[in-house]
């Protein structure tokens, strides 16, 4: 009895030790991975978490087969949607389900046990995942969810269309709603010290898991919410590494855009101590750098922009010592058409020269170290006749807000395959 312990006891500290070697960390401004510079193409595959919820058995397959493919593609880092809250129209929109958090203070543990599945199947395959906690936009419920449920934000108001001027009046106040902040906090725990069905793992102790992210795409919205902003970013990554000792933290920004075009402000949330990495999102139809169809036109244009955000931010990197990764970016098929079988011309161009930036830090072992495109589409296809998602359709990457089609890559784009293996077996 005394050797099996003693033998139990010793096959459970080695499991540790190896299992501790194999987290991402960060040694300056590069990830380390097994003790060697980690640069890495990933995608966004926010829906992975929910495909064994929402599809049984079939939501399984699709996974698998689905990573299955993206690791022969070479794309082994996934952004993934972990936390998300409420149900109904906010916003004016319908927003993705099933939740995480379909009330106040209910949660499914379904839905974690679905992304149980995600994780066990990536630890199979060797990828890593980056969860995000909870969302600015209403699509997966997010901060206007939490001050609805704090008594900050009428239904009705919750309900409607809000114009960009409303929302920013709205979202801004999350950070100084204390209830909503512990309510953040409360879910941020369940999630973090949960412990997988699968593998018996505890999220803390994963290596599966390369770092969370206090939000989808935080921002202040307003000046005036500059200061508690920043407040709270150093709070919410210091609440998560106080629980969980192995993961890094960061933010989930768009970079100066998503700071109200302050880079003082992206800077200085960046330098704090438990936020280990920088990220940015690029948006070149959101922020109207081309209008309607004209992507070819100002192609040119849009990837000369594109550079210019990307280096502005690298910069920073160098300064804080810190990685960057840009974690969003994305650019719709030509002439925006939703057709799966469209051309992609320009977006394929677009890619290779945000890919050719990330290639440059490698090679330099400069602070570029991540690239997750938005967003993969995978198996799914866009209904005939039906522009935005409705319940029960399978999700491929387009949020439900979105027309879907419009950004995703699905396993059918082959030469924007092709382009992205091209990065991803030079390495």
Request: glycine letters at 6%; proline letters at 4%; charged letters at 20%.
């Amino acid at each position: 009895m005394y050797k099996n312990s003693i033998a139990a006891l010793a096959f459970c500290l080695l499991s540790f030790l190896v299992s501790a070697q194999t987290f991402v960390k960060t040694k300056g401004s590069q990830f380390v991975l097994n003790g060697k510079p980690y640069y890495y193409i990933g995608t966004n595959y926010w829906y992975g978490g929910l495909l064994q919820a929402v599809k049984g058995e079939k939501g399984r397959a699709r996974l698998r087969q689905e990573l299955d493919f993206l690791k022969a593609k070479g794309v082994t880092n996934l952004r993934v949607l972990a936390g998300s809250e409420g149900v109904g129209l906010e916003n004016g929109i319908q927003r993705v389900k099933p939740v995480l958090q379909p009330e106040h203070n209910i949660y499914r543990p379904e839905i974690l046990e679905s992304l149980d599945y995600l994780l066990n199947e990536m630890r199979k395959r060797d990828m890593r995942a980056v969860l995000y906690l909870s969302n600015n936009w209403e699509w997966s419920g997010g901060f206007l969810q939490y001050l609805n449920w704090n008594g900050q934000l009428a239904d009705s108001t919750m309900r409607k269309k809000l114009n960009w001027e409303e929302q920013r009046n709205e979202t801004s106040k999350f950070y100084t709603c204390e209830s909503c902040l512990q309510d953040y906090n409360k879910q941020v725990k369940l999630i973090v010290t949960h412990v997988n069905k699968y593998n018996h793992i505890s999220y803390s102790n994963d290596p599966t898991i390369m770092a969370w992210e206090l939000a989808n795409e935080p921002r202040p919205m307003r000046t005036e919410a500059f200061d508690a902003f920043k407040k709270w970013v150093f709070a919410a990554a210091t609440y998560i590494k106080s629980i969980d000792k192995n993961h890094l933290v960061t933010t989930g920004t768009e970079g100066v855009m998503g700071a109200e075009g302050s880079a003082e402000l992206f800077s200085d949330i960046h330098a704090f101590k438990p936020i280990d990495y920088l990220t940015i999102h690029i948006w070149p139809k959101n922020w109207g750098w081309f209008r309607d169809t004209s992507i070819a036109e100002n192609l040119p244009q849009v990837i000369s922009k594109s550079v210019a955000y990307i280096r502005q931010h690298e910069a920073i990197a160098k300064a804080l010592d810190k990685p960057l990764v840009l974690e969003e970016f994305g650019l719709p098929r030509d002439a925006q058409s939703f057709d799966p079988t469209s051309n992609t011309t320009s977006r394929n161009k677009y890619y290779e020269a945000i890919f050719n930036e990330w290639k440059r830090s490698l090679k330099t072992n400069g602070p570029i170290a991540g690239c997750n495109f938005w967003a993969f589409g995978g198996t799914a296809r866009p209904i005939a006749g039906q522009v935005f998602w409705k319940e029960g359709d399978d999700f491929m990457g387009d949020p439900p807000q979105e027309e879907q089609g419009l950004n995703a890559v699905f396993s059918t784009d082959i030469s924007t395959w092709k382009i992205i293996q091209n990065f991803t077996s030079s390495k």
